[in-house]
């Protein structure tokens, strides 16, 4: 290899080393204060009960409270990048728009000038009920810490990945193609791309706890990098072998 290739070599080295920090931040924010507040704020919510009367100004937002408001409008777009939102108006201290994550129960029945209720928590509103039947909105709090600890553990692999492809550039730059792209990085990428929303989605579906995603994904996205890692090396003594 001639020493222009070795100098590109570890530039390209370098910069991955460089760039596999970003999702080193983003693993760290999630498992630091993205999880915590939200696995916080649902059982915050879960623990709340209704208003009662001569509820303190320093309570009023920790506890349940019923308001009346009017439908102005809604927006049913189905499809892969959906919307489903309802203007509300004629509260005293909040009027807009409220989104959900689908249109049903609730939101395909209401029609302008529609009274509804709405359950309001530290300053959102949690769902909408009419005539018995109630919907959830996007603002209310949901159990489901899999997910975000699934995004963390992706952000993690992806780290490990650049720092050890980097790593092997820097410090191998002789060595012909170090933990190459095509052979080695795309197809780990693919794999961890797949597997990290794949196990996060059952995770929450069957009610696995949250910490099970990356104690089963790290170990198995490290043996699935060895075994890629060494497929290059069997192949040529199957060949051989033929």
Request: charged share 20%; glycine share 10%; hydrophobic share 40%.
């Amino acid at each position: 290899m001639s020493g222009k290739n070795i100098t590109r070599t570890r530039i390209w080295g370098a910069l991955l080393l460089t760039l596999s920090l970003i999702p080193a931040l983003a693993c760290y924010f999630i498992f630091t204060i993205w999880l915590p507040d939200d696995m916080e704020r649902y059982r915050d919510y879960a623990n709340a009960e209704s208003c009662a009367a001569g509820t303190s100004p320093q309570e009023y937002e920790d506890c349940l409270r019923e308001v009346t408001f009017t439908v102005d409008r809604t927006k049913i777009k189905g499809g892969r990048n959906g919307t489903y939102q309802a203007t509300l108006s004629g509260a005293p201290f909040w009027n807009g728009v409220l989104g959900f994550g689908d249109s049903t129960p609730l939101l395909e029945r209401l029609e302008p000038g529609d009274r509804v209720t709405g359950t309001v928590w530290r300053g959102d509103i949690m769902s909408l009920s009419r005539d018995g039947i109630r919907q959830k909105s996007g603002d209310e709090p949901r159990d489901e810490p899999q997910m975000p600890a699934a995004l963390g553990t992706f952000a993690a692999l992806l780290s490990a990945l650049g720092l050890a492809t980097g790593t092997a550039r820097l410090t191998r730059p002789h060595t012909p193609r170090p933990l190459p792209w095509r052979g080695f990085g795309k197809p780990l990428l693919i794999t961890i791309s797949i597997a990290c929303p794949v196990l996060g989605l059952l995770s929450v579906w069957w009610g696995i706890p949250w910490w099970i995603v990356p104690t089963v994904l790290v170990p198995l996205m490290g043996y699935t990098a060895w075994e890629i890692h060494r497929y290059p090396r069997r192949r040529p003594k199957s060949a051989m072998s033929g």
